[in-house]
């Protein structure tokens, strides 16, 4: 733009949104071009935190690169860890113990709660419901306190070992996580009167970012986002790993694919996922809670590929080993990358205020897309 | 010597107690919608400051004199520094017109609550009040970004979608009173025993949703989105330009509270004047004057508290949705109340029932 002509000559202006932005969910930039509140076209720019975690996976060996993957996506930083764990003691061949499952699963689980509730709230924000987010914080915190009293740490919290668990439940765990359980129903009803049935809430999200089941396949979804589209994919079911068979539980599955729908799905999967906990919680066996091991981890010359169904996706692990003791290379497929694709087309022809709409309701972490 | 009194001293004074009055009432606005907004969202609010937070407002205002003040390099300067000028003063001198409460006689002076009393009364409140959004179009457009520039449009657009239906949802109350003078409103009010929002019940809520989206208040807080415009016009503002803007707001969120009470809920009168008129009638003159600026501030919180409850509980609109809700909603809705209060005014002139 010349200094002489002014911002009302041109008829289309370019928006840099981000990587300061409050609801670009972190250090994300997309460059807007827009036509008055209209959006022409939109591109994504990444990897303002990129810290080359594969290449760290590389030269640590396979026990000190978990607390390196915590960070990553590090909203829900249980099903990292038990995603990689799980792929290794795959390599290894190695068996869980049962009861350790069982942890896992419960932890996993009320990890996805968290992360579900850190969206919604995140999400309500960005469309200016701010009260929803506050509510969604209270109930997190109550998950984050039973995580702070299993291992010490609320966040990256580096829950489990390759081969098991590291620390035994704690006393009254069970009694934590079903007063937590009794309550947290009421409190997502609570969500529901403020948002599913508000007439402006269904005007920002009913038509807004749809993308249809056949689009949703070819551009990578997964998880909600791909379920909010009708498609029924979910890896605990198609592909069951850890203790998932033993639960039962419904994929909850939207039918436009919209933003609303999406809202609908993961809402719904809060319940689920509750619903697990208290079924596992419930018939948590005894016994050990580490496989038996050798101390210097060193897989067969070999690679693998394993996914886990983490809160925003197929989270999946391509490890390939040369027999060392460190990877010879430790990809992450991390589910926001790939739903982040998915933006250009969603909110082409849409309003402004719709690409934080469908931002949000891809529900990406940028930790995990930059690495 | 009279002349003098009469003309210069008593509205001074009375300038003076509103413009104190009105920066008080602003500062501890703030406080007070933090402090609700925080009770809805199970937490404390601020605390820090004083007992309870309760000298939170003063030191907002120092931390804000005390802030570097920035212009933009490329922002035009002089509009840069007019326009939160321009927004501040309308919405402070529209209370000159606003009846706090009725006149009374002491020490053989005549003495009324109020600055003075405009024939031309609400014309005078609905323009002035409009030309606040001026400067925030121009404080978008001198900025030279373009995060406030989008915020400034829409702001003008808004402006231009809801005053018309804010006008006309007013023109059932002038209608029934027959005054463009807001003291005479109020005392038509009292005269006839029924508020207006028992005629006008209609036109009172098509008002308040005007009002609450004239003020650029959730849910119509487009020009400021937060989410989407990190802070609309005023992005670029810092420091005691920025507080300009921010007692704006909030004198622009009792200005409209105000005229919602005068048009609509009696103004100054107490309530159910017919049942329990007999207890206020016996008050003395100079008391119950000042009663009638009690129960005109407590209406005018009750509104100001509304304003807080709407943000707590509402999402945003969409800019498309905006234009929508005010053209194809609000504007015939407002224009067939029109139509309607006419039609049964009429008839009832016709029949005889009112003169």
């Known amino acids: 733009m010349s200094t002489n002509e002014t911002l009302f000559d041109a008829s289309e202006i370019t928006v840099s949104m981000g990587p300061q932005h409050p609801s670009t969910h972190g250090v994300l930039q997309v460059k807007l071009k827009l036509d008055g509140e209209r959006v022409i076209d939109a591109q994504c720019v990444i990897g303002y935190l990129h810290r080359g975690v594969e290449k760290l996976g590389e030269v640590q060996t396979y026990g000190q690169f978990v607390p390196t993957l915590d960070r990553m996506d590090y909203i829900a930083a249980v099903s990292n860890c038990v995603g990689y764990c799980e792929t290794i003691e795959k390599l290894l061949g190695a068996t869980v113990p049962q009861r350790a499952q069982y942890i896992r699963v419960i932890m996993t689980e009320l990890n996805r709660i968290a992360s579900h509730l850190l969206w919604l709230g995140t999400h309500a924000l960005d469309i200016g419901a701010m009260t929803v987010f506050l509510y969604a914080f209270r109930e997190r915190e109550e998950i984050l306190k039973i995580f702070e009293n299993y291992c010490g740490a609320r966040l990256t919290t580096h829950m489990f070992r390759i081969g098991g668990a590291q620390y035994e439940l704690y006393e009254g765990f069970e009694d934590q996580v079903r007063e937590f359980l009794r309550t947290f129903p009421k409190h997502v009803d609570e969500y529901e009167t403020l948002l599913t049935e508000n007439r402006i809430w269904i005007g920002r999200t009913r038509g807004v970012g749809t993308i249809s089941a056949k689009d949703a396949i070819d551009v990578g979804l997964t998880g909600p ?15 069951p790993y850890s203790a998932y068979p033993d639960f039962e539980f419904d994929i909850p599955v939207g039918e436009t694919g919209d933003t609303y729908d999406r809202y609908m799905v993961r809402i719904e999967e809060m319940r689920q996922s509750a619903r697990i906990v208290a079924q596992a919680v419930e018939k948590i066996p005894d016994g050990p809670i580490m496989a038996k091991l050798s101390k210097i981890i060193k897989p067969p010359v070999g690679d693998i590929y394993h996914s886990i169904e983490a809160p925003k996706g197929e989270l999946g692990y391509y490890i390939v080993s040369d027999g060392s003791t460190t990877a010879y290379r430790a990809r992450v497929r991390p589910p926001s990358f790939v739903n982040l694709q998915a933006l250009r087309q969603m909110v082409v022809g849409h309003m402004v205020a719709d690409v934080v709409a469908v931002i949000g309701t891809l529900d990406i972490v940028l930790g995990e897309i930059d690495r | 010597m009279d002349f003098a009194i009469d003309y210069i001293l008593i509205p001074l004074i009375k300038i003076g107690v509103i413009f104190g009055a009105l920066s008080l009432v602003i500062a501890y606005l703030t406080f007070l919608e933090r402090k609700v907004i925080a009770f809805m969202q199970v937490r404390l609010g601020p605390m820090r400051v004083g007992p309870y937070g309760l000298l939170q407002p003063i030191a907002d205002g120092v931390k804000l004199m005390l802030k570097e003040d920035i212009v933009p390099s490329q922002a035009d300067r002089w509009i840069f520094t007019l326009a939160p000028i321009i927004t501040l003063i309308p919405a402070f001198i529209v209370f000159a017109v606003i009846p706090f409460g009725p006149s009374f006689t002491i020490l053989g002076k005549e003495v009324a609550l109020y600055v003075t009393d405009l024939n031309i009364g609400v014309l005078y409140v609905l323009s002035i009040s409009s030309v606040g959004i001026l400067g925030i179009i121009l404080g978008g457009w001198a900025s030279n970004s373009k995060y406030p520039l989008l915020g400034a449009l829409r702001s003008a657009a808004q402006m231009v979608s809801y005053e018309v239906a804010l006008g006309f949802s007013i023109m059932g109350v002038l209608m029934i009173s027959g005054s463009l003078s807001l003291v005479d409103i109020v005392n038509g009010q009292k005269a006839s025993g029924i508020w207006n929002v028992f005629l006008q019940p209609l036109g009172f809520i098509l008002f308040f949703i005007c009002g609450v989206a004239e003020n650029n208040r959730a849910p119509f807080d487009l020009p400021e989105a937060e989410s989407e ?26 200005v409209i509270s105000s005229m919602a009470v005068t048009f609509f809920w009696g103004g100054w009168l107490p309530p159910f004047p017919n049942l329990l008129g007999f207890i206020w009638d016996q008050l003395p003159p100079v008391l119950a004057a000042l009663s009638g600026v009690f129960w005109f501030s407590l209406k005018v919180l009750i509104f100001l508290y509304m304003y807080l409850w709407f943000r707590a509980s509402w999402p945003r609109y969409r800019y498309d949705q905006l234009m929508q809700v005010g053209w194809r909603y609000l504007m015939p809705i407002a224009i067939g109340n029109v139509i309607i209060t006419a039609i049964v005014i009429l008839l009832l002139e016709r029949m005889g029932v009112i003169a």
Do not use: N, P, Q
């Open chain 1, 225 to 239: 986002s791909l379920r909010g589209s009708g498609v029924a994919w979910d890896l605990r079911k198609a592909k």
């Open chain 2, 229 to 254: 415009l990190v802070a609309g016009f005023h992005t670029e503002y810092s420091g005691f330009r920025f507080s300009l803007f921010f007692l704006a707001e909030y004198a622009a969120m009792i």
